[in-house]
C-alpha cells in the first residue's frame, strides 16, 4: 500500500523517537487521516524485526478497525485477548486486546514483562487512565506509541505525564489544503440553550441535566435543520439516549427519515447500513458513535451535546470530514449555547492554533449569526484581528520600556517582528519543557542580543535558540538590528536580510544617527 507523503513522514518520525531513546511517544493525525494505516505499517516494520506487537484499545470497534487494517495493508494476521478469547500459544506476532480485560491480574499474570517489544494504543487520550497504565506498567520496557485525534492543550499536557515526545502532528488545516479532507462550513444558528444550572463532573459537563437543560428547545432546534440541512446527510450527537429518541421523533414529524442508534439497540448494524445506503437522512444517537465508526457521505454535523474536552468534539466533528463523491463539503451546525462559568468547543476550536484566536473567531461568527463562513477564512481574518490587537498592545508595552533603556532585545518584540506565532503561543507539554531555562541557554540567549528575565522555562528557551540559529544560518536579521531600526519606525524588520539591516543601520549612522533624506520608516521595503 502506497501510504500519502504525511503518513510516510509520520512513520518514520516514530521510528525515529524509538531509536533515539524516547520509548513513549505519540503521534497526532485529524480523523479520516488514516492514523490506522500509518500504525499498521509501523507495526509491519516491527514484525520484520522480530518483534511482538500489542494494539491495545478500550471499545471492540476499535479492535476489530484495527485487525482488519492490518490484514488489509500489510496482510499480518492477530490474535485476539478478549473476554473469553486468549493469545497465549498463538504463532501470531500481533494481538488486539482489550483494555478491560488485559488489566485484570489474572490475566495480566500469564504474560511476562518482556513479551510484547512494541505497544500501539489507538485513541491515547485514554492512555493515562488506571486501566491502561496497569497494563503498561506491566510491560514497561515496551517501546509506546500513543495515536489520537488532534488535542488541545490541555489533552497534551495530560499526556505530556506519561509521553516522552510528540512524533508527529498533522493539522485538520493542512489536511484539508492538500485535500485529504473535506472543506468545512459552519453557521451560527442564533438560538439561545441556556447551560448555566448544568454541573460538572469528571471535568466536563454532566450529560443528565444537558439532556434536562436541551430538552425545551429541541422543537426549535428541529425547525432550524429543516432551514439549514433538509437536503444534507446529518448526524446529530446527544447527551441522553431518551433525549435522542425523542429528537429522532420529532425530526421525523417535521419531515426528516430520522433514525436512532444507542448501546443496547439490537438492530445497530441494520440501522447504520441503512444510513449509509441513504434510507435515511438523519441518524441520532447519545455519543456512540463517536469513534470506530465511518460513513464518508456524512456532510452535515450537529453537536447538541456540548463539551469543554476538545479531543472529544474533533471526533463528533470527524464524522465528516471524509471525502466523498459528490460532496461540496461539511457544514457545522453551531448553536449559541449560554454558560456563564465555561468556555465551550466551538467550530472555531477545530483549527485554531490559540485560544485567542478561537475566542475571536466565535466573536466575528456571533456578529454575523445566521450566515455560512468557511472556517478557514474566518480563522485568517481571526489571526489577523488578534495581531492587530497583539501590536497595539506591544506598542504601549515598548511605549514603557524604552524608558528602561536596555541593552537586551525583549523577546516578544522580537517575537512579534518577525511573525512567530508559534513562539508565542508556546506553552510547554513535557516534563524537561517545563524546567527553568539552563544557565548555558540563558547565556546563549543574551550572547544574541535577547532579554532573558521573562524566558521561564527551558522548552521555549530551546525553540527559541533554534530560531536565532537557524535565522543566522539564512542570514536574517539580528535581534538587536530589529531593536534599533524599529525604534526609528521601521516595521517588520524581522523579516529583512542580515545585509539589509546592517545597509540602513549604515545609512542612518552616515547621517548623525538620523534617517536619511527621502526615507519614510513606515513605507520602507527593503529592496
Not at 392 to 414: C, G, H, I, T, W
Request: aromatic share 8%.
Amino acid at each position: 500500500m502506497q501510504l500519502r507523503p504525511y503518513q510516510e513522514e509520520a512513520r518514520s518520525a516514530v521510528q525515529a523517537e524509538w531509536e533515539q531513546g524516547r520509548k513513549r511517544t505519540l503521534l497526532v493525525l485529524p480523523t479520516g487521516c488514516g492514523k490506522t494505516i500509518v500504525f499498521s505499517k509501523i507495526i509491519e516494520d516491527r514484525v520484520k524485526q522480530g518483534e511482538r506487537v500489542l494494539i491495545l484499545a478500550h471499545r471492540s470497534e476499535l479492535l476489530d478497525q484495527a485487525s482488519d487494517k492490518l490484514l488489509n495493508a500489510t496482510g499480518i494476521g492477530t490474535a485476539l485477548e478478549k473476554a473469553g478469547s486468549t493469545s497465549i500459544g498463538s504463532w501470531y506476532r500481533v494481538v488486539v486486546g482489550s483494555v478491560q480485560t488485559m488489566q485484570r491480574e489474572k490475566r495480566l499474570s500469564q504474560f511476562p514483562k518482556d513479551h510484547f517489544d512494541t505497544i500501539v494504543i489507538d485513541e491515547a487520550h485514554h492512555a493515562i487512565s488506571d486501566g491502561y497504565q496497569r497494563v503498561l506498567g506491566h510491560f514497561d520496557e515496551a517501546n509506546v506509541l500513543g495515536v489520537t485525534a488532534t488535542p488541545d492543550r490541555g489533552d497534551m499536557k495530560n499526556l505530556g505525564s506519561y509521553f516522552d515526545s510528540l512524533a508527529y502532528e498533522y493539522s485538520i488545516v493542512d489536511a484539508i489544503k492538500s485535500g485529504y479532507l473535506s472543506k468545512i462550513t459552519a453557521v451560527t444558528i442564533p438560538l439561545t440553550l441556556d447551560l448555566s444550572s448544568v454541573s460538572q463532573q469528571a471535568g466536563d459537563f454532566k450529560a443528565s441535566e444537558i439532556g434536562t437543560a436541551l430538552d425545551p428547545y429541541l422543537e426549535q432546534i428541529a425547525d432550524e435543520m429543516v432551514k439549514q440541512c433538509a437536503d444534507r446527510k446529518t448526524v446529530v450527537f446527544l447527551p441522553l439516549v431518551k433525549t435522542s429518541q425523542k429528537f429522532r421523533d420529532i425530526l421525523n414529524q417535521k419531515g426528516f427519515k430520522a433514525a436512532e442508534v444507542n448501546g443496547n439497540s439490537d438492530d445497530r448494524a441494520e440501522i447504520l447500513e441503512d444510513f449509509d445506503k441513504d434510507r435515511y437522512n438523519v441518524l441520532c444517537n447519545s455519543m456512540l458513535l463517536t469513534e470506530g465508526w465511518d460513513c464518508p457521505t456524512v456532510d452535515c454535523v450537529v453537536v447538541l451535546r456540548p463539551t469543554k474536552v476538545r479531543s472529544l468534539y474533533s471526533q463528533m466533528v470527524g464524522r465528516g470530514t471524509r471525502l466523498a463523491p459528490g460532496k461540496e463539503n461539511l457544514l457545522l451546525l453551531d448553536f449559541l449555547w449560554h454558560t456563564e462559568r465555561h468556555e465551550l468547543c466551538r467550530p472555531a476550536h477545530l483549527i485554531a492554533e490559540n485560544s485567542e484566536v478561537a475566542a475571536k473567531m466565535t466573536e466575528n461568527m456571533e456578529e454575523e449569526a445566521g450566515t455560512i463562513f468557511d472556517i478557514e477564512e474566518v480563522e485568517v481574518q481571526a489571526t489577523q484581528d488578534v495581531v492587530a490587537q497583539r501590536e497595539e498592545a506591544l506598542a504601549n508595552l515598548l511605549a514603557e520600556q524604552r524608558k528602561k533603556k536596555r541593552k537586551l532585545v525583549d523577546p516578544l518584540q522580537f517575537e512579534m517582528s518577525i511573525q512567530a506565532e508559534d513562539l508565542q503561543d508556546y506553552v510547554p507539554s513535557f516534563g524537561w519543557e517545563m524546567a527553568p531555562p539552563s544557565q548555558e541557554q540563558l547565556n546563549a540567549l543574551e550572547k544574541y542580543g535577547i532579554y532573558t528575565e521573562e524566558i521561564g522555562n527551558a522548552g521555549k528557551a530551546s525553540k527559541l535558540l533554534d530560531r536565532l540559529n537557524k535565522r543566522r544560518d539564512n542570514g536574517l536579521s539580528t535581534p538587536k538590528q530589529i531593536r534599533l531600526l524599529e525604534r526609528y519606525g521601521f516595521r517588520n524588520v524581522g523579516l529583512w536580510s542580515f545585509e539589509n539591516c546592517r545597509s540602513m543601520i549604515d545609512r542612518i549612522a552616515a547621517s548623525g544617527w538620523r534617517l536619511p533624506k527621502g526615507v519614510v520608516p513606515r513605507e520602507y521595503q527593503p529592496s
